[in-house]
């Protein structure tokens, strides 16, 4: 029997195109998560770079059409690396105003998630797979977001790696760009040394402002995943840092 999750791939960036901030991997989902794929994913799931598996609802200029997708206008959050959707999912919750939209490269937290979106019958939450940047890049326009969410990236501590971190002059403006003025980017990390480059990129940037001057006292709005726990029971440090698009 072939798997809902066999037909899910990534593909791979041309010579020319940015670097990708993820590495690909597969992993086994089990029978529950297979079963919410196969059910959730063609009601809230989209490809970011296969059409056929889970086309992109578009416009006549071939943007993400985001009252399409959520079958309403609302101010739309970006989730870039959503994981296994813990915080995604709760801060929908609290959060029905608004359309929270998780890119997630990774099969086994978008079959997580689209399970807990089902579980407490969330209707602001739509799920994309595939390469956040690139997304943002081509589909979404500028000043379309009312806030981006980049919660624990990967690290990617060796300094020869250190180019495929998202937290970069480049992608900030990237983000920035896509911002609503008066909008947020908050980031969060429990590797300190990535937190401190994160803070002197955003810091550069002339289109934000942080309003903290410097860390954001942790916001009582993003939850605590297992995952972060995992980092504080090792004595990890969180921080957050929290800007605003002010041109």
Same mark, same amino acid.
């Given at each position: 029997?072939?798997?809902?999750?066999?037909?899910?791939?990534?593909?791979?960036?041309?010579?020319?195109?940015?670097?990708?901030?993820?590495?690909?991997?597969?992993?086994?989902?089990?029978?529950?998560?297979?079963?919410?794929?196969?059910? &959730?994913?063609? $009601?809230?799931?989209?490809?970011?770079?296969?059409?056929?598996?889970?086309?992109?609802?578009?416009?006549?200029?071939?943007?993400?059409?985001?009252?399409?997708?959520?079958?309403?206008?609302?101010?739309?959050?970006?989730?870039?690396?959503?994981?296994?959707?813990?915080? #995604?999912?709760?801060?929908?919750?609290?959060?029905?105003?608004?359309?929270?939209?998780?890119?997630?490269? !990774?099969?086994?937290?978008?079959?997580?998630?689209?399970?807990?979106?089902?579980?407490?019958?969330?209707?602001?939450? $739509?799920?994309?797979?595939?390469?956040?940047?690139?997304?943002?890049?081509?589909?979404?326009?500028?000043?379309?977001?009312?806030?981006? !969410?980049?919660?624990?990236?990967?690290?990617?501590?060796?300094?020869?790696?250190?180019?495929?971190?998202?937290?970069?002059?480049?992608?900030?403006? &990237?983000?920035?760009?896509?911002?609503?003025?008066?909008?947020?980017?908050?980031?969060? #990390?429990?590797?300190?040394?990535?937190?401190?480059?994160?803070?002197?990129?955003?810091?550069?940037?002339?289109?934000?402002?942080?309003?903290?001057?410097?860390?954001?006292?942790?916001?009582?709005?993003?939850?605590? #995943?297992?995952?972060?726990? $995992?980092?504080?029971?090792?004595?990890?440090?969180?921080?957050?840092?929290?800007?605003?698009?002010?041109?």
């Amino acid at each position: 029997m072939t798997l809902p999750s066999a037909a899910f791939r990534h593909t791979n960036a041309a010579p020319y195109e940015p670097l990708r901030t993820f590495h690909p991997r597969r992993s086994q989902l089990g029978p529950g998560r297979e079963d919410a794929l196969a059910r &959730l994913w063609p $009601r809230w799931g989209f490809s970011v770079h296969d059409a056929e598996q889970g086309p992109m609802p578009q416009t006549a200029d071939g943007l993400l059409d985001v009252p399409r997708l959520f079958g309403r206008e609302a101010p739309l959050v970006l989730e870039i690396g959503s994981g296994m959707g813990e915080t #995604t999912a709760a801060m929908a919750a609290a959060d029905p105003a608004r359309d929270y939209l998780a890119v997630e490269a !990774h099969l086994p937290g978008i079959a997580h998630l689209l399970g807990l979106v089902e579980a407490q019958g969330l209707e602001n939450v $739509r799920v994309a797979h595939g390469d956040a940047l690139d997304l943002v890049r081509h589909r979404l326009p500028e000043s379309s977001l009312d806030a981006v !969410h980049v919660f624990f990236p990967d690290p990617w501590p060796k300094a020869r790696h250190h180019k495929r971190r998202i937290i970069q002059p480049a992608h900030v403006a &990237l983000l920035r760009s896509r911002l609503v003025v008066g909008g947020t980017l908050h980031c969060a #990390t429990d590797w300190v040394e990535y937190a401190d480059a994160m803070l002197e990129v955003l810091d550069a940037d002339p289109g934000l402002e942080n309003p903290s001057g410097g860390f954001a006292p942790r916001p009582a709005h993003r939850p605590v #995943t297992k995952f972060e726990r $995992r980092g504080l029971d090792l004595g990890h440090e969180v921080r957050d840092l929290v800007v605003r698009r002010c041109q």
